[in-house]
């Protein structure tokens, strides 16, 4: 279940990544933890996704939360990217990874088959 706040946070940090010339890919709020920590994947589409790329984030979005005082209690920010093993789930991810190879899993066998590997083509 995604945490009430995670839109407010996309909401705030979406532009502050297009100001850096990169894209929010995912958020989420880890609050079983202490302190929280907000945990946000970003994804340089010139690219790869450096370290760089990370610390100019967190240093920015840091700013913005501060400011916005959206999380009123301490928390943990963690920048990194999606990394290979990432789930694509929108239309856009499956576009910007056209051609990569992918590995597909079910839950249920098909055709006595649980996973195959191949090459995103559309």
């Given amino acids: 279940?995604?945490?009430?706040?995670?839109?407010?946070?996309?909401?705030l940090a979406t532009p502050v990544?297009?100001?850096?010339g990169l894209e929010v890919v995912g958020i989420v709020f880890h609050t079983n933890q202490r302190p929280p920590v907000l945990r946000v994947d970003?994804?340089?589409?010139q690219e790869d996704t450096g370290l760089n790329?990370?610390?100019?984030?967190?240093?920015?979005?840091?700013?913005?939360?501060?400011a916005a005082e959206i999380i009123?209690?301490?928390?943990?920010?963690?920048?990194?990217?999606?990394g290979i093993s990432r789930q694509l789930i929108t239309d856009r991810e499956f576009i910007s990874f056209k051609g990569f190879p992918?590995?597909?899993?079910?839950?249920?066998?098909?055709?006595?088959?649980?996973?195959w590997i191949g090459q995103?083509?559309?």
Avoid: F, K, W
Avoid at 1 to 11: E, G
Avoid at 17 to 20: C, G, S
Avoid at 42 to 45: A, D, G, H, Q, T
Avoid at 53 to 66: T, V, W, Y
């Fill in 1 to 11: 279940m995604t945490h009430p706040l995670v839109p407010q946070i996309i909401d």
């Fill in 17 to 20: 990544a297009a100001e850096l």
């Fill in 42 to 45: 970003i994804r340089n589409s």
């Fill in 53 to 66: 790329d990370c610390e100019r984030m967190s240093r920015a979005l840091e700013a913005s939360l501060d």
């Fill in 72 to 82: 009123p209690d301490a928390y943990v920010l963690e920048v990194s990217s999606p």
């Fill in 102 to 115: 992918v590995i597909i899993s079910t839950s249920q066998p098909y055709d006595g088959q649980q996973e």
């Fill in 120 to 122: 995103l083509i559309r």
